[in-house]
């Protein structure tokens, strides 16, 4: 059995064939009978995962079963705290208000790498960057979570799925995961889910940084 994890440019197609002859994960990977484990947006870059353990896939997909996936997003504007409450908490969407995430301001990112096209540069107008970890899937959701905060987002960069980060990876570049790792995680997590069925239920507050 194959697992990769695959740094994915932006403008490339998360699927094989394309028969408008767009670029699609074929340019890159030539690995037979692997197919990716979830999708990421063609406008989105960074982290995906592809494997050939039908298995597997269905577990790293599969709604029932959603690893938390951490972004990394510009937004147009100087982001405020209000805004990253508001995300902390759960967004209005028109789909129905989201699960609170974990979010916090961060700097840009080291091991940030120049994306063709570059994101548009208007001098009188500040790009933040924040770090945005959530547990759903839904349909473009981190840019219509913080188009409704009222900052747009220019760049998103996936991660991190669950503990696996895109640490060494530049884009375009893949190498292989460690199945037995990722079969342990989801062991441990079942576990914990049904440790904490078990207990009375709490609100808890979301995770939120602001810092200037």
């Not at 028969?19 to 030539?30: N, S, Y």
């Not at 982001?79 to 301001?105: F, H, M």
Request: proline share 7%; charged share 30%; hydrophobic share 35%.
């Amino acid at each position: 059995m194959t697992t990769l994890r695959f740094n994915k440019p932006f403008e490339v197609l998360t699927q094989f064939t394309d028969h408008e002859k767009r670029q699609t994960l074929a340019d890159f990977i030539h690995i037979p009978n692997i197919y990716p484990a979830g999708r990421l947006d063609r406008d989105s870059e960074g982290l995906l995962l592809l494997t050939d353990d039908g298995a597997l896939q269905n577990r790293i997909s599969h709604p029932d079963h959603k690893l938390n996936k951490t972004y990394w997003v510009q937004v147009d504007g100087d982001i405020t705290a209000g805004a990253i409450q508001q995300l902390c908490a759960g967004v209005e969407l028109k789909d129905g208000k989201t699960k609170p995430a974990k979010a916090k301001i961060i700097p840009e990112p080291d091991m940030l790498w120049q994306r063709s096209p570059p994101i548009r540069s208007r001098a009188a107008i500040p790009t933040s960057w924040i770090q945005l970890e959530i547990s759903e899937g839904r349909n473009r959701q981190i840019r219509r979570m913080t188009a409704a905060t009222g900052f747009p987002t220019l760049r998103l960069i996936r991660y991190a799925i669950g503990p696996i980060t895109l640490d060494g990876l530049k884009p375009s570049e893949y190498d292989t995961v460690d199945e037995a790792k990722l079969w342990a995680l989801f062991a441990a997590q079942k576990s914990k889910n049904r440790s904490e069925g078990n207990k009375k239920s709490h609100l808890s507050k979301p995770r939120c940084k602001y810092k200037k």
